[in-house]
């Protein structure tokens, strides 16, 4: 196994909530930290942890002070985000969202990193997983990771 993963959104806010698989979120981060595995993620990650947070908040679920504790967290974590400005990453998560028929492009750039960085690409995003699984072996769903 590389000594790299590619982690999205999903995965770092169970980091910071108390969400119903937060626990394997947090077991598969000590696993990594343990094994001196690189986290890494685009940048795009920060922003929609902001997001994600404050959609808590305005909910009323958490509090806009948990929010900021949680963003802080989730940024010192010890994920290493990718500010390369190559336009080919775009490109290719243009390419990848098109070919799978995703939603959106955000996930597809985190495709495209995992697919750059030759790694998995870990998730929770149960809908983009099962459209790349038949093609896209190293896609990750969190319920794969047994903590046992």
């Known amino acids: 196994m590389k000594n790299v993963v590619v982690v999205d959104t999903s995965i770092a806010i169970k980091w910071v909530l108390n969400e119903l698989d937060s626990n394997t979120a947090l077991a598969l981060l000590a696993e990594w930290k343990r094994k001196k595995i690189v986290m890494l993620a685009p940048v795009l990650l920060a922003y929609e942890a902001t997001n994600a947070l404050y959609q808590k908040v305005r909910g009323g679920k958490i509090t806009f002070d948990t929010a900021k504790e949680g963003l802080t967290q989730v940024i010192l974590t010890g994920l290493q985000f990718d500010f390369l400005q190559d336009p080919t990453l775009g490109l290719r998560a243009l390419e990848l969202a098109q070919n799978f028929s995703l939603l959106a492009t955000y996930d597809a750039y985190y495709l495209a990193l995992a697919e750059r ?11 983009m997983w099962r459209s790349v699984k ?9 319920e794969e990771y047994s903590t046992t």
């Open 134 to 142: 038949p093609q896209i072996s190293w896609v990750r769903l969190l």
């Open 117 to 127: 960085e030759g790694c998995d690409f870990w998730t929770t995003d149960t809908r």
